[in-house]
């Protein structure tokens, strides 16, 4: 066959059809058929033997008509391309420019690649070690401008905010339009809120306290237009920046919101809880999640922080959002905010001083709650009771070891089901527990929030547990099987716990509640069907950095509560919840006294219902000296009824070596003398050698010694919000060694407390700020810190507690202890031991009460003293005393240091006639068997 056969061919009627329609051979008038040329073999004519087969002129035409399409194409895809990446087109050449400390972190998923980065209009240098390899430079273009429909008032500004639409969205569905509210809500104190108007979405429900407007503020805001952000300084100082967010923009999408915080310095305190971090945090890249999960025992969430700035004031900042959230902590230095829902809700806390930015803090999340004052004796337990034999209850109360609370853990349950108590291993329980009470001590249980579907307290058509997506109950895995979880936000729910702790009371009639597991911890990821992955709070967009999934040994995040609240949002309050509903059935449940209630979970605002017990740090060095930096956080968030597990929870030290093992418990021991919460509660019962035993106790004695001094912090916490316990650095802002000292804190702004916190140790340095020292324990070491301040060594045998009073203070204790709080109040008179200031001056207080009744304050059931001293008299001037006062307690001693000489005449109360008990020998005064009733006014003179 030739090369010209023909084949009869049906297409679709197409546009080369149309070209050829006229050429011979070719019917006009069957559009569908087309007559082709086939090759000899058969085959059809590739384009190129087409194309040859083309006039000249028609092959020019094709090609230019092709290259005008292409053209036209890359036209439209390079415009289109550069309108997208023309904003960051300046910064992407200079992207290997950027200092390191100059990157904000853009990674958003730990798997971001390269290409994703660079998508993002983000740099990506995998050059420089430690630093993000995504990241922007500061001040870049993503983020809102104010439009002009903001407004001005006199207690703040609205201000409407448009996305910058030159770049594509970060996530889906960054919102297009805000509103930021921005209030002056006192002199000290501002708040910035910024939220979507036409959408509802989670924000915390606390009940704040009100907002009075300032009328001489301590700050000046500037806000910046083109894009959205806003900066705090000081008035007197206004060329100095506190808070600057103008340095990044807004991110506000439906699961990642982000604010970026440049600071006036890298003195960072706070975020933290009991997970093993800094005080002071390390500015280098470092991701805080916040998400309360028994993994790593990171209880709790805390999104304050404290600003020490570069000008030595202090500031804080707080941000009200319950979701899970990463803090980034930058070296700029700056603090990037990313949380997986809610809204952006913060304060700004001017301070200046450090005890003021918490005073601030208590006026808007609440003081914290005066507790009895048994709380602060000398707390016991186990976790491994067998019987009621093994409570030894006849030892305790006879044992020359002071002791206030007694602690049964879950070994006393019934199968693990809570509320409950093993008769057949606790049959006299009741009894046990009365003749504890009946000598003054108290008795605790712990408690977890599951409930086993096995149990009597288990409804199964109650409608106030957790539900899942399906609205049925969710049930998860905790020890002893399968169980469901209280809904705590459910209206429901206080009714169900006051029967339960009515019912649990008339068993064992229990004085105060450890609220454990109350995250809610569990041992099932989710639930015992676990989590759909199809849902966006079970598989969010953003995963945080430091937790493996937020379902990980807790509820799924798409539970339900009250209100179809879904988990995901509620899951950092819920402890604080279950703390709050708690201590309001308590207080049914015993109305005539004061309780004690203790949370593992807490939230900011905790502490108006709770403490907290830092329980399963175990028994190292390590942990012993982390203990403070816990403590000092809890002080930080208003929760200043705090303490470790004294000697650990679970030994740390080789099991052969008892001696090192003995001399940890002993040294700890003595740390937490000054614990503001002091209870030992270990795995096993282990005895020690008398030596030790016998340090131990003095350490615990020494404790209730300073029990006026302790009650009277709590007295000020719980009506001024300040802490309890608190940095050194606290009232040296400008000492710049004194913040960064963590093994050291203060006991109020007068006790220095320097532990020992490494084991054979002789030797001790000790960091002393610039002021006047005196060493408890030694009356000729004093140290002037005004003169030389810094590291000194120090002496230190194992019998000794190394604490130091700061000149001007005056600590009142007890002359003499009992083996419980309530004898050695009711008991124990006075001694006021005077530290004068290099000024020749000294301040102190005492707050009591009887120790238990509630709303002792505000029924001014009460004593308070003020003591003030010179270098001539001590005066002390009772300013509240409630009627009927009972209190017989005397001032039996005083002693008084810093003194520079002494003639030798000693008067009380304008008596005519001298003292004649007292010495005077190595500059003390000490002036005895006094018995000055501390409920009247007095004087003494001396010369």
Not at 26 to 50: A, C, F, M, Q, W
Not at 344 to 352: A, H, Q, R, S, T
Not at 684 to 690: A, C, R
Request: proline residues 4%; glycine residues 6%; contains cysteine.
């Amino acid at each position: 066959m030739g090369d010209n056969i023909h084949q009869l061919t049906s297409l679709p009627y197409s546009n080369f059809e149309d070209e050829h329609s006229d050429t011979e051979g070719h019917s006009d008038h069957i559009p569908h058929l087309h007559v082709e040329n086939v090759t000899s073999d058969g085959r059809k004519p590739g384009l190129t033997e087409k194309f040859s087969a083309l006039t000249k002129e028609k092959k020019i035409t094709i090609i230019l008509a092709t290259s005008l399409v292409v053209l036209s194409i890359f036209t439209i895809v390079y415009a289109s391309v550069e309108k997208h990446r023309k904003p960051f087109k300046d910064h992407l050449a200079t992207c290997k420019a950027v200092k390191t400390y100059k990157r904000i972190d853009a990674g958003f998923n730990i798997s971001t690649t390269r290409q994703k980065c660079l998508d993002s209009g983000a740099c990506w240098d995998q050059s420089a070690l430690g630093s993000p390899k995504c990241f922007y430079p500061f001040s870049n273009n993503r983020g809102y401008r104010v439009s002009e429909s903001s407004k001005v008032h006199v207690w703040g500004m609205e201000l409407d905010l448009e996305r910058i639409d030159t770049l594509e969205p970060m996530f889906s569905h960054e919102e297009q339009n805000l509103k930021c509210i921005i209030s002056y809500e006192t002199d000290s104190r501002l708040r910035v809120k910024i939220f979507n108007p036409k959408e509802q979405r989670y924000e915390v429900p606390m009940s704040m306290q009100n907002a009075t407007s300032g009328h001489r503020m301590q700050y000046i805001l500037s806000i910046t237009h083109d894009l959205f952000g806003f900066s705090v300084s000081r008035t007197h100082e206004a060329t100095s920046t506190i808070f600057n967010t103008s340095v990044d923009g807004l991110i506000f999408s439906d699961q990642l919101l982000q604010l970026n915080m440049a600071l006036s310095s890298s003195n960072v305190y706070g975020l933290s809880g009991d997970h093993k971090d800094t005080f002071l945090r390390k500015m280098e890249f470092n991701y805080q999640s916040l998400w309360s999960t028994s993994v790593e025992k990171r209880h709790g969430a805390h999104p304050f922080l404290l600003h020490v700035e570069k000008d030595g004031h202090a500031s804080g900042f707080f941000l009200q959002n319950s979701n899970a959230m990463d803090v980034i902590l930058n070296p700029y230095p700056a603090i990037t905010f990313r949380t997986t829902g809610g809204i952006l809700d913060f304060y700004i806390f001017l301070g200046p001083t450090a005890s003021e930015v918490l005073a601030q803090l208590s006026d808007k999340i609440g003081k914290p709650f005066l507790p009895p004052l048994w709380a602060l004796g000398y707390h016991y337990g186990r976790e491994d009771y067998q019987n009621s034999d093994d409570l030894d209850v006849a030892n305790l109360t006879n044992s020359s070891l002071p002791l206030d609370g007694l602690w049964m853990g879950s070994s006393t349950l019934d199968s693990y089901k809570e509320f409950t108590v093993d008769t057949a291993r606790f049959p006299d329980i009741g009894s046990l527990v009365t003749t504890l009470q009946d000598n003054h001590k108290h008795v605790l249980m712990e408690t977890r929030p599951a409930i086993l579907v096995n149990s009597t307290m288990y409804d199964e058509n109650a409608k106030s547990y957790i539900r899942d997506r399906d609205n049925k109950t969710l049930v998860v895995k905790v020890e002893g099987g399968k169980a469901v979880i209280p809904d705590y936000f459910h209206p429901h729910a206080l009714d169900w716990l006051k029967n339960a702790l009515q019912a649990y009371r008339g068993a064992v009639k229990f004085d105060g509640l450890f609220l454990d597991d109350n995250e809610p911890s569990t041992k099932s990821d989710g639930s015992t069907d676990g989590c759909s992955d199809s849902n966006k709070f079970d598989n969010p967009v953003y995963k945080l950095r430091n937790v493996p999934t937020l379902q990980k040994k807790t509820v799924c995040p798409s539970a339900l509560h009250y209100g179809d609240v879904p988990h995901y949002n509620v899951h950092n309050i819920w402890g604080w919840k279950s703390a709050s509903v708690t201590r309001t059935a308590i207080l049914s449940t015993i109305p005539e006294t004061r309780s004690l209630l203790l949370s593992r979970s807490t939230y900011l605002g905790s502490g108006v219902h709770t403490g907290h017990f830092i329980k399963e740090n175990a028994a190292t060095w390590e942990d012993m000296a982390h203990s403070i930096v816990g403590m000092l956080n809890y002080n930080l968030y208003g929760i200043p009824l705090v303490g470790a597990n004294i000697c650990g929870h679970k030994s740390g030290v080789d099991a052969d070596d008892q001696d090192t093992e003995e001399e940890l418990c002993v040294r700890w021991h003595q740390l937490a003398t000054f614990y503001p919460f002091a209870k030992r509660f270990p795995s096993t019962n282990k005895k020690f050698s008398e030596a030790s035993t016998a340090r131990i106790q003095e350490a615990v004695k020494m404790r209730y010694k300073m029990l006026p001094t302790l009650y009277t912090l709590f007295y000020c916490a719980h009506t001024r919000g300040v802490p309890v316990v608190s940095p050194i650095f606290f009232d040296y802002l400008e000492d710049e060694t004194a913040l960064s000292v963590q093994t050291q804190f203060m006991l109020g702004s007068g006790i220095m407390v320097a532990p020992v916190l490494k084991p054979g140790v002789s030797q001790h340095q000790v960091y002393f700020p610039k002021d006047l020292w005196y060493d408890y324990l030694s009356p000729n070491n004093i140290i002037d810190g005004n003169r030389e301040h810094g590291y000194a060594n120090q002496s230190v045998s194992i019998d000794q507690q190394t604490y130091y009073i700061r000149g001007g203070n005056i600590i009142v204790s007890h002359h003499t202890t009992y083996s419980n709080t309530r004898e050695t109040n009711e008991k124990g008179d006075y001694v006021l031991d005077v530290y004068l200031s290099n000024a020749g001056r000294a301040f102190g207080e005492l707050y009591t009460d009887n120790g238990e009744s509630l709303d002792t304050i505000s029924h001014d059931l009460f004593l308070y003293v003020k003591f003030n001293a010179s270098m001539e008299h001590l005066r002390s001037e009772v300013t509240l005393r409630f009627p009927g006062h009972d209190n017989t307690n005397r001032i039996q001693e005083i002693n008084i240091r810093g003194l520079t000489n002494h003639t030798g005449s000693v008067k009380v109360n304008n008596s005519p006639d001298n003292w004649t008990n007292f010495t005077f020998q190595d500059g003390v005064l000490c002036v005895k068997s006094l018995a000055l009733p501390i409920v009247e006014a007095f004087m003494i003179s001396f010369t």
